[in-house]
C-alpha cells in the first residue's frame, strides 16, 4: 500500500517494509513486530544471524523468507559467533561496516539463545569488540519449543517446566539480568528496548548503528502464546511492563546510565497490574506478588542510583 | 614462472601455517589446544609482522565458536580457515554439520589428538574418524609435506565442489617436528588456487536470500541427496586437481590411495597418516629380504576411495589394515570400511585388522616386520587367526 507524502511526514518510524506480510509468527506476536522495527530501522543491507528460536519459524520454510535481508540461520549457541565471523569476512574484503552507509551486521537471539545457550558466545563477541548489533528479544522462555523456562523467565512464572501445582510452583528464581552482563563488557553502547515504543526503539537501534563497536538491545517483546495472554493486549503487556519498572528502559553509553522510562519523578504502577492479564502467574498468592513486586523495586532503585551516578 | 620450490625447515604445524598463509585465507578464526596451537600461533605471527594483508584473526572463546565464526566469514564470501584437534574437534562437532550443509568450503586442519579420558595429547585418529558423516572431506597427511600440499589442494577441491575439508596431521610426529617441507612461491599458488568465488554470498543485496532455513520433509531428503553427489563428484575433482598439483609442483596427487610397491605384491599394508611413512620404510626392508609386500596410503577417507581399492584388492591376495583408530563395538574404522566396499565385489583378499598404536604408542619398522609374519602365514593357511588384533596389548 502507497503511503500517502502527507502522513509520511508525520511518521518518524521508516515507512518503507522489509519484513513481509505472509510470515508464519503467532497471533499479538511481539518478536515478529520487533523484526519488523528494526528491518526499518536499517534497510535491506542488513545481513542478519537468527539461531534457533520462534524467529526461525517466523522467517518461514525453505525456500520461502519474509525477510527483505539477507539471513544465515544457524545453531542455537553461535549467534556471537557467526555475527563475529561474517564481520570479520566484510572487512578482510574491504567492505564499510556499521555507520550511517555501512553494511549492517545484526544477531538476532531469543532470550534462550542468548541468556543461557549463547552467553558464552555472546560474551565473546562482546569482548572482542566487532562492528555489529546483538539483540535479543526477550518473551521470558523457550517459545519455540513450546514454553520452557530460560534464564529471563521471571519469579513465579508458570512455564511447561516449571508449572504451578497445586502446593508448589518451580520457578523461584528471579529473572537474570542480562543486559547487566553485557554492561559488565564495558562495550560502547547497550539499551534496552520495548515493542511498545516504537520510536524509542528505533532511535536506539540508529544510535547502535552509529556507534563502532560491538552493541547490544534488549527487547521486551511479549509472548501471548507462553503467556497466556490474549492476542490483542501485547502492546498494552509491553507498556506495562515499563511502567510498572518491571522492564524498564534505558541506555549505557560509554559508562553512563540514561533512565528513558518510566519517569524518575512518579511512582511506578503496581506490578499486579502488569500480571493480572497473563495466565502464567494466575496461581500466584499476594506473597507470592509481594516477593516479585519487591524484586521490582528494589532493582529499580539500583538502576535508579546507577543513573544518578553514573548519569 | 618457472617452479623454483622455496625449502623450509619447519614443523607440520608451521607447514599448515605457511599453507594457509599461500592459500591467502582471509579469515582464520581459532582457539588454542595441544598439539594444534603454534598453528594459530605462527599465524598471528604473520599479522603481527606484516606478512598477511586483508586477514582477519578471530581469537574466539571455544571451538565450537571457532567454527561458527569460519561458517559466518565463508557465508559472506571469504576463504576461511580454523585449526584444530581432539576435544576441540568434538566440541566443534555440531558446527561440523553446520558447514556442510550449508555448502561452505572451509578448510581446517585437524591435529589427530587421542580422546580423553584418560587425558592424552598424543597421536591417534578417533577424533577425526569420529567427524567421518559430517559432509566434510578428509585427507589424512604422511608427512609435513603433505600437510602443506594437502591444505593447498584442499581449498581448491574444497570450492570447486562446495564442500568443507580437514586435512589431518599426527600430534607431534608431525605437528612438532621439523623437516624439510618444499614450498610454493606465492605466484604460482596464487595460479593453481586463484581467488575464491563463491556461487552465493550474503553481501549480495540486491536477490536477498536466506541460508540454514526450516527443511520441510518434502525437501530435507534432496538436501542430503546434494551432498552426496558433491562427494562422489569430488572424487573426480581430488583426483583432476592432484595430477594438476603434480604437473606443476612434481608431487602427483591424481591418486586417492598411494601405491607403494604394491604392483607384484602378494599382501599390502594399508593405513593413514603418518604411520604409513614408517610402514613404507618397513616394506623396503621387508623386500630386501624377500617378501613380496607394499603398502597402501589411504589418502582421502572421505569421499572413499572406493574404485582405487577395488583395483587393489583385486590384485592382491591379502590387505592387512592398520587402524590406529577404533570403533568401539565393532572395529578398526578403516578396517570396517574397507571390507564393506568390498562385500558386492569380486575382490576378496583375506583381510585382517591391526589395531596400533593407540594414544601415541610407538609403531616401528619391527612391528610391521612382526605384522608381516602373521599375514604371511595367514595367507599360507588360507585363514584368519583373529579378525580384529590388538597388536599393541600388553598381555
Known amino acids: 500500500m502507497e503511503i500517502p507524502e502527507n502522513v509520511k511526514k508525520r511518521l518518524s518510524i521508516p515507512a518503507e517494509e522489509h519484513f513481509y506480510a505472509g510470515h508464519t509468527a503467532c497471533q499479538g506476536c511481539g518478536a515478529s513486530l520487533g523484526l519488523r522495527y528494526v528491518l526499518k530501522a536499517y534497510g535491506k543491507k542488513t545481513i542478519f544471524a537468527i539461531p534457533a528460536c520462534c524467529s526461525t519459524i517466523i522467517a518461514g520454510p525453505w525456500p520461502y523468507s519474509a525477510l527483505d535481508a539477507n539471513l544465515f540461520h544457524t545453531a542455537f549457541e553461535t549467534t556471537g559467533a557467526v555475527i563475529s565471523g561474517i564481520e570479520a569476512a566484510l572487512k578482510a574484503k574491504g567492505y564499510k561496516v556499521k555507520g550511517e552507509d555501512g553494511i549492517m551486521v545484526v544477531g538476532w537471539a531469543g532470550d534462550g539463545g542468548t541468556a543461557d545457550i549463547g552467553l558464552q558466545a555472546l560474551s565473546g563477541f562482546l569482548e572482542r569488540g566487532h562492528d555489529a548489533v546483538y539483540i535479543m528479544y526477550d518473551n521470558e522462555a523457550y517459545m519455540n519449543t513450546g514454553i520452557q523456562r530460560s534464564g529471563s523467565t521471571p519469579y513465579g512464572a508458570w512455564t511447561t517446566n516449571t508449572p504451578g501445582g497445586k502446593k508448589h510452583f518451580l520457578e523461584k528464581r528471579h529473572k537474570k539480568k542480562v543486559i547487566d552482563i553485557v554492561i559488565a563488557h564495558e562495550i560502547p553502547y547497550a539499551a534496552t528496548a520495548s515493542i511498545a515504543y516504537p520510536e524509542d526503539f528505533i532511535r536506539k537501534l540508529k544510535k547502535a548503528q552509529k556507534t563502532p563497536g560491538p552493541s547490544f538491545i534488549q527487547l521486551f517483546a511479549p509472548c501471548p502464546t507462553g503467556w497466556r495472554s490474549p492476542t490483542d493486549k501485547s502492546i498494552e503487556l509491553a507498556r506495562l511492563a515499563v511502567q510498572t519498572a518491571y522492564f524498564p528502559l534505558f541506555e549505557y553509553e560509554n559508562g553512563r546510565y540514561k533512565i528513558n522510562m518510566p519517569s524518575t519523578k512518579k511512582e511506578p504502577k503496581p506490578i499486579e497490574e502488569f500480571l493480572k492479564l497473563q495466565g502464567r502467574f494466575k496461581y500466584m498468592t499476594k506473597e507470592d506478588i509481594e516477593i516479585l513486586q519487591q524484586w521490582v523495586l528494589h532493582e529499580w532503585e539500583k538502576l535508579k542510583k546507577l543513573a544518578e551516578v553514573f548519569g | ?395
Open chain 2, 1 to 395: 614462472m618457472e617452479y623454483k620450490p622455496i625449502r623450509k625447515v619447519v614443523s607440520g604445524n608451521y607447514a599448515a601455517a605457511y599453507a594457509a598463509k599461500h592459500a591467502r585465507v582471509e579469515v582464520v578464526a581459532a582457539y588454542p589446544i595441544t598439539p594444534q596451537t603454534s598453528i594459530i600461533e605462527k599465524i598471528a605471527e604473520f599479522i603481527a609482522n606484516g606478512e598477511v594483508e586483508n586477514l582477519q584473526y578471530v581469537a574466539v572463546e571455544s571451538e565450537h565458536s571457532a567454527m561458527a565464526a569460519c561458517i559466518g566469514a565463508s557465508a559472506a564470501g571469504a576463504r576461511a580457515f580454523t585449526a584444530t584437534s581432539a576435544q576441540g574437534l568434538a566440541l566443534m562437532h555440531e558446527m561440523l554439520h553446520w558447514a556442510s550443509g550449508a555448502r561452505l568450503p572451509i578448510v581446517m586442519v585437524n591435529v589427530n589428538r587421542a580422546m580423553a579420558p584418560p587425558w592424552s595429547v598424543w597421536d591417534d585418529q578417533t577424533d577425526s574418524l569420529a567427524q567421518r558423516d559430517t559432509g566434510w572431506m578428509q585427507f589424512y597427511a604422511e608427512n609435513n609435506q603433505e600437510v602443506y600440499d594437502g591444505v593447498l589442494m584442499s581449498f581448491k577441491v574444497a570450492e570447486t565442489v562446495n564442500l568443507p575439508a580437514m586435512v589431518v596431521e599426527s600430534a607431534f610426529i608431525l605437528s612438532h617436528t621439523y623437516d624439510i617441507v618444499e614450498m610454493i612461491p606465492q605466484e604460482l599458488v596464487d595460479e593453481f588456487l586463484p581467488p575464491r568465488k563463491p556461487l552465493y554470498t550474503l553481501t549480495d543485496f540486491d536477490k536477498p536470500f536466506s541460508v540454514g532455513a526450516l527443511g520441510t520433509p518434502a525437501d530435507y531428503y534432496e538436501f542430503r541427496y546434494k551432498i552426496e553427489k558433491a562427494m562422489e563428484e569430488a572424487r573426480e575433482v581430488i583426483r583432476k586437481v592432484g595430477k594438476e598439483f603434480g604437473e606443476m609442483f612434481g608431487r602427483d596427487y591424481s591418486q586417492m590411495i598411494e601405491l607403494y610397491r604394491t604392483d607384484d605384491a602378494d599382501f599390502v599394508f594399508m593405513g593413514m597418516g603418518s604411520l604409513m611413512g614408517t610402514v613404507k620404510q618397513a616394506v623396503d626392508v621387508l623386500r630386501e629380504e624377500g617378501y613380496k609386500v607394499g603398502a597402501a596410503k589411504v589418502r582421502w577417507f572421505r569421499p572413499f576411495p572406493k574404485d582405487e581399492l577395488y583395483e587393489l584388492a583385486k590384485n592382491v591376495k591379502g590387505i592387512a589394515v592398520l587402524d590406529r583408530n577404533f570403533s568401539f563395538g565393532q572395529e578398526g574404522i578403516l578396517f570396517n570400511e574397507a571390507k564393506g566396499v568390498l562385500y558386492n565385489t569380486d575382490a576378496h583378499p583375506i583381510m585382517k585388522n591391526y589395531i596400533v598404536g593407540l594414544g601415541g604408542r610407538d609403531f616401528t619398522v619391527n612391528d610391521v616386520k612382526k605384522i608381516a609374519d602373521n599375514m604371511k602365514a595367514i595367507i599360507e593357511k588360507g585363514e584368519l587367526d583373529v579378525e580384529v588384533d590388538w597388536y599393541h596389548l600388553k598381555r
